[in-house]
């Protein structure tokens, strides 16, 4: 029986079905899709039933502007080989932020002042894992509330379903690629699991170069937002570089009590 036909004796599911993916064989793949968008109010008793059926429920949001709702209808998900246990958070953080801070002379428009003026008031030291903080309300139904107010704005989100014991590990078990161009999938999900345990994260909906994460420990002041603004830094450096901000003093401003993280990779 699969997963989603055991999902079914707890909440009504839309019609939908498994998508193959691009190096399979042809057959379904590890992703099921709603064929319309997702239906309000499914996805609290999915996330709930987790314990149950072992899905983790989805909002995919597909390319801007694009008919086809890639990469999930397309097909065009990778699922890797390792998975985010398999990759030590703070050690991949470390990694990234050394590569954002250094300087290629040849190719880098910015210079060497310009770039470390970004990364201020850190400059190249890579600060370190911020420490973790107590949720300030249950993280699953934070999920749920952010979940439904996504739905309630009228989003063409899709609801997808993914055998894993996290939004996380829903990650890289859906093969899904969007930070291709700065890191693959699973040192990403490695990330946003030590996310889940240090700030209450939860992974809510998927983009095709997307991720938005509800949070409920968020920094509670600028003092505890600043090692996180690195953390987003090296882990999204697009949301510093491209987010109208002028470097991380800025950035941490705006995590400050928030309980809402977005991510966009160019």
Do not use: K
Request: aromatic fraction near 10%; hydrophobic fraction near 45%; proline fraction near 9%.
């Amino acid at each position: 029986m699969h997963p989603e036909t055991l999902l079914s004796a707890v909440v009504e599911l839309p019609p939908g079905r498994r998508v193959a993916t691009d190096e399979g064989d042809g057959g379904p793949g590890p992703l099921w899709l709603s064929d319309g968008p997702a239906p309000f109010g499914a996805w609290g008793p999915i996330r709930a039933a987790h314990a149950r059926t072992g899905l983790w429920p989805l909002l995919l949001e597909p390319l801007a502007g694009d008919t086809g709702f890639r990469p999930w209808a397309s097909g065009e998900l990778f699922p890797g080989t390792s998975g985010p246990a398999d990759h030590d958070p703070a050690a991949v953080l470390a990694h990234w932020w050394e590569d954002c801070v250094s300087v290629d002379e040849d190719e880098d428009p910015l210079s060497a002042g310009e770039r470390l003026a970004v990364t201020a008031p850190y400059g190249a030291a890579w600060p370190g894992l911020a420490p973790g903080r107590t949720p300030v309300e249950d993280p699953d139904r934070l999920a749920d509330e952010h979940a439904e107010v996504l739905l309630s704005f009228g989003t063409d989100a899709r609801l997808g379903l993914v055998e894993a014991g996290s939004g996380a590990e829903a990650l890289a078990a859906s093969g899904w690629s969007g930070p291709a161009n700065h890191a693959d999938t699973a040192r990403i999900a490695a990330v946003v699991a030590d996310w889940e345990r240090r700030f209450g994260a939860r992974v809510f909906a998927v983009g095709f170069d997307t991720l938005r994460l509800s949070v409920a420990a968020p920094p509670a002041t600028l003092e505890e937002a600043l090692p996180v603004a690195a953390e987003h830094f090296a882990f999204c450096p697009d949301n510093v570089w491209q987010g109208h901000v002028d470097d991380l003093a800025a950035y941490a401003g705006h995590l400050v009590g928030s309980d809402v993280w977005t991510f966009w990779w160019d």
